[in-house]
């Protein structure tokens, strides 16, 4: 498994933890273990930037996923093949502001934000009902799961 955490930001960020939540997240979702990630950690008028770049919206946001090899979850039977998960970028700025509005701390702020960028990565979306029902159930069992705790708050820009 490669998980690689560049942190571009300017901030102090638990990296290893990034990186334990992610193998946790692909143990449980029977991504290969060959399976490559790559988590950018920008600030805010790098993160304006990949936004305008990637979606054509102005502003900063919180996390940006790019997937590469359109992977999706596996089964224990059937892993998903090896392959490019994809890039995740997160603004730990954006994250701070969010986790304060939320009652939780920065920390638990970027493990979501994580978690949520490798779910979009998988082909999970929350623009409808349903979609975002299955998953911040998916996103809410993993970090619970990791964390032994309950999983912060969702915060959507």
Same mark, same amino acid.
């Given at each position: 498994?490669?998980? *690689?955490?560049?942190?571009?930001? /300017? @901030?102090?960020?638990?990296? !290893? *933890?990034?990186?334990?939540?992610?193998?946790?997240?692909?143990?449980?979702?029977?991504? #290969?273990?060959?399976?490559?990630?790559?988590?950018?950690?920008?600030?805010?008028?790098?993160?304006?930037?990949?936004?305008?770049?990637?979606?054509?919206? %102005? +502003?900063?946001?919180?996390?940006?996923? @790019?997937?590469?090899?359109?992977?999706? %979850? +596996?089964?224990?039977?059937?892993?998903?093949?090896?392959?490019?998960?994809?890039?995740?970028?997160?603004?730990?700025? @954006?994250?701070?502001?969010?986790?304060?509005?939320? /009652?939780?701390?920065?920390?638990?702020?970027?493990?979501?934000?994580?978690? #949520?960028?490798?779910? #979009?990565?998988? /082909?999970?979306?929350?623009?409808? %009902?349903?979609?975002?029902? *299955?998953?911040? +159930?998916?996103?809410?069992?993993?970090?619970?799961?990791? &964390?032994?705790?309950?999983?912060? !708050?969702? &915060?959507?820009?």
């Amino acid at each position: 498994m490669s998980i *690689e955490v560049n942190n571009e930001s /300017g @901030v102090t960020v638990d990296e !290893a *933890e990034l990186v334990a939540l992610a193998r946790y997240v692909f143990e449980r979702l029977f991504i #290969h273990p060959q399976a490559e990630l790559s988590i950018l950690l920008v600030d805010e008028p790098a993160m304006e930037k990949l936004h305008i770049e990637l979606m054509d919206e %102005p +502003g900063s946001t919180d996390v940006l996923s @790019v997937p590469m090899d359109e992977l999706t %979850p +596996g089964t224990p039977d059937k892993p998903t093949p090896q392959g490019m998960l994809g890039d995740i970028a997160i603004c730990p700025q @954006v994250a701070e502001v969010q986790a304060k509005n939320a /009652g939780h701390s920065t920390q638990d702020e970027m493990l979501l934000l994580t978690t #949520h960028g490798i779910l #979009h990565l998988l /082909g999970f979306d929350h623009a409808e %009902p349903e979609e975002k029902e *299955e998953m911040f +159930g998916l996103q809410r069992e993993l970090l619970s799961g990791f &964390t032994g705790k309950a999983a912060p !708050a969702e &915060t959507i820009q």
